[in-house]
């Protein structure tokens, strides 16, 4: 264990690294991971060519991709992202022809930089963009690379001034663990609040839809917001520690009791308000 300053290994930058991903704890809270994107799934309009070319940006490992080609079956599909665990994951579960004609691949893709390589009717992207630092500098260019009467759509994350995202930023920037964790609990300052992002669309020409809903989800088992957090916001902390276990304990065993006492265990679970962001721009046709 540590003493109150960071002793164990050798200091890492504290520049926040590129997360790795667990696609197995990720998908632990797959039902209510999910549950956003089929909410958005229902405000996107019809697309404007059949067979409609789609790109997920950031698909992750893949079980929410395959939704969309449940709502186009014919589709051409294609899911990007950056890390190679879930691409793995992606391609071994879920490429390969799909049951309405269409297919459906996934490629390495990273989003701070991607643009779109030929037209695409609908260009979306689930729980992804808030690891984008200037992704509103890309809306035009991936605007651009729709077929006219294409869509563009998301959801991201609203909630990073929560006690679980809160408490992360705090911990990382205690004297404890400053040295090696500083700025990797508070990587969301670039997100923009609901009227933003249309202003945005509108600028660009577009029809837009935005809104913004707040799940109250019952999460069940030990620490359940604990394990929600292991597999998103975590992922950097737990990258930047790497193989010190006795720092990864330390870690854990802090932030989760900091989490018991903001999330008190009810008699039927742990109540957790998840904030989301959620946008549908159409291009004009």
């Known amino acids: 264990m540590y003493s109150d300053t960071a002793r164990a290994g050798t200091p890492t930058s504290t520049a926040p690294s590129a997360p790795t991903w667990d696609p197995q704890q990720y998908l632990r809270h797959s039902g209510h991971r999910t549950r956003p994107f089929l909410d958005l799934l229902t405000r996107i309009p019809e697309l404007p060519h059949r067979p409609a070319r789609i790109a997920d940006l950031g698909c992750g490992p893949g079980n929410v991709t395959t939704l969309l080609t449940e709502r186009w079956p014919e589709a051409r599909v294609t899911g990007f992202d950056l890390s190679p665990e879930m691409l793995h994951r992606a391609g071994e579960e879920h490429a390969g022809p799909t049951p309405g004609g269409g297919s459906l691949d ?27 630092p200037n992704h509103p500098g890309s809306f035009g260019a991936w605007i651009n690379g729709l077929r006219p009467g294409g869509t563009f759509a998301f959801q991201i994350p609203g909630n990073f001034t929560a006690p679980s995202h809160a408490l992360l930023a705090q911990q990382c920037d205690t004297p404890r663990w400053r040295s ?23 600028e660009l020409g577009c029809e837009a839809d935005i809104w913004e809903t707040t799940y109250h989800q019952l999460l069940q088992g030990p620490d359940p917001v604990l394990d929600w957090v292991k597999g998103t916001a975590l992922r950097p902390v737990l990258t930047a520690l790497g193989d010190d276990r006795d720092a990864v304990d330390a870690f854990l065993t802090e932030y989760r009791d900091r989490l018991r006492a903001a999330y008190p265990t009810g008699p039927r679970g742990t109540v957790f308000p998840f904030r989301r962001i959620f946008a549908v721009a159409r291009k004009e046709a």
């Open 106 to 132: 996934f490629r390495h893709g990273d989003l701070a930089t991607w643009l779109p390589e030929e037209p695409y009717d609908l260009i979306v992207s689930n729980a992804a963009l808030q690891w984008v």
């Open 180 to 202: 090696r964790l500083a700025g990797h609990g508070a990587r969301y300052i670039h997100l923009l609040e609901p009227a933003e992002y249309l202003a945005r669309f509108t």
